[in-house]
């Protein structure tokens, strides 16, 4: 049995990976695969790839594109959500901010440098027209820090997935200011360059695995009751965000690597552009 590391986000994006894994999918393939949870979000998932915590990361385009840019030894293996991340844009609910405006000169939650949270809020200030080397953060680590920074005043606002945040608006903790969706495909799975020389026979089980189970998720009977029930969401919520969400079972288009890269680079983030084959795995 091939011991596997894998890591991502606990939402529901990544409910395949769990009915796979329960199914015993993986372990007929003679894969032991171990996933765990990483609620500080991409920015760490980048770390653990760099420092052999991970083999294997369901990350965020931008987050990991960055990474490597900077000398992170990983390559994305293949694009995994093919649609947009709808990013929310809230501030605590006793907050005084009515609009997107207000927020210009705020200071924006994260939960780590070069995590999603961080990067995005330079493409919302960069949609804005504000000016982006004015930026500030407050680091906070998860949502739970999310909240306690914004109600104590330390953060003005924080952009996280909408429908993750969806349970805290209802309960009056956040209010909604806008949404800003990514300009391009939201989720990759990257794998670290050592797993990569070591293991791409066991990679090639793996994602025909995972392919199978996201081409046919949407097909599983009461799926949205199950994902509603997991993830502690709304049904209507679940129902609304499987209408919006496409897997992929291939690799990510070199169009799109450059549009992030060029982006990134634009906005100051990463000081060149890395050929498309230091950033793509190619797969035999």
């Given at each position: 049995?091939v011991?596997?590391?894998?890591?991502?986000?606990?939402?529901?994006?990544?409910?395949?990976?769990?009915l796979?894994?329960?199914?015993?999918?993986?372990?007929?393939?003679?894969i032991?695969?171990?996933?765990?949870d990483?609620p500080?979000?991409?920015?760490?998932?980048?770390?653990?790839?760099?420092?052999?915590e991970?083999?294997?990361a369901?990350?965020?385009?931008?987050?990991?594109?960055?990474?490597?840019?900077?000398?992170?030894?990983?390559r994305i293996?293949?694009?995994?959500?093919a649609?947009?991340l709808?990013?929310?844009?809230?501030?605590?609910?006793q907050s005084?901010?009515?609009?997107?405006?207000e927020l210009?000169?705020?200071?924006?939650?994260?939960?780590?440098?070069?995590?999603?949270?961080h990067?995005?809020?330079?493409?919302?200030?960069?949609?804005?027209?504000?000016?982006?080397?004015?930026?500030?953060?407050?680091?906070?680590?998860?949502?739970?820090?999310a909240?306690?920074?914004?109600?104590?005043?330390?953060a003005?606002y924080?952009?996280?997935e909408?429908?993750?945040?969806?349970?805290?608006?209802?309960?009056?903790?956040?209010?909604?200011?806008?949404?800003?969706?990514?300009?391009w495909?939201?989720?990759?799975?990257?794998?670290?360059?050592?797993?990569?020389?070591?293991?791409?026979?066991?990679?090639?089980?793996?994602?025909?695995?995972?392919?199978?189970?996201?081409?046919e998720?949407?097909?599983?009977?009461?799926?949205d009751?199950?994902?509603?029930n997991r993830?502690?969401?709304?049904l209507?919520?679940?129902?609304?965000?499987?209408s919006?969400?496409?897997w992929?079972q291939?690799?990510?288009?070199?169009?799109?690597?450059?549009?992030?890269?060029t982006?990134?680079?634009?906005?100051?983030?990463?000081d060149?552009?890395?050929?498309?084959?230091?950033i793509?795995?190619?797969?035999?």
């Amino acid at each position: 049995m091939v011991k596997v590391r894998i890591v991502g986000v606990p939402e529901h994006f990544n409910l395949p990976w769990h009915l796979a894994i329960e199914e015993g999918a993986f372990e007929n393939r003679g894969i032991e695969l171990s996933w765990t949870d990483i609620p500080e979000g991409t920015g760490r998932m980048c770390a653990m790839l760099e420092d052999d915590e991970t083999d294997l990361a369901i990350i965020l385009t931008e987050g990991i594109v960055k990474s490597i840019s900077q000398g992170n030894p990983s390559r994305i293996v293949q694009e995994y959500i093919a649609s947009p991340l709808q990013w929310g844009i809230h501030v605590h609910a006793q907050s005084p901010y009515t609009s997107i405006e207000e927020l210009q000169d705020g200071k924006a939650a994260i939960s780590r440098m070069g995590s999603g949270s961080h990067l995005m809020a330079y493409v919302h200030a960069q949609n804005q027209n504000w000016d982006t080397s004015g930026l500030s953060f407050t680091i906070v680590n998860t949502l739970d820090g999310a909240v306690k920074a914004l109600s104590k005043g330390e953060a003005d606002y924080f952009m996280w997935e909408h429908f993750t945040t969806k349970p805290l608006v209802d309960r009056g903790v956040f209010r909604r200011l806008a949404d800003c969706p990514t300009p391009w495909p939201c989720f990759v799975v990257a794998a670290s360059n050592k797993f990569l020389s070591e293991n791409a026979n066991t990679l090639e089980h793996i994602l025909e695995v995972i392919n199978l189970y996201t081409s046919e998720f949407k097909q599983i009977p009461s799926i949205d009751r199950t994902l509603a029930n997991r993830y502690e969401q709304q049904l209507e919520d679940i129902q609304l965000w499987l209408s919006m969400t496409r897997w992929s079972q291939h690799q990510i288009e070199f169009q799109v690597i450059d549009k992030v890269s060029t982006t990134l680079n634009n906005l100051k983030l990463i000081d060149n552009i890395k050929p498309q084959q230091e950033i793509l795995f190619t797969r035999q």
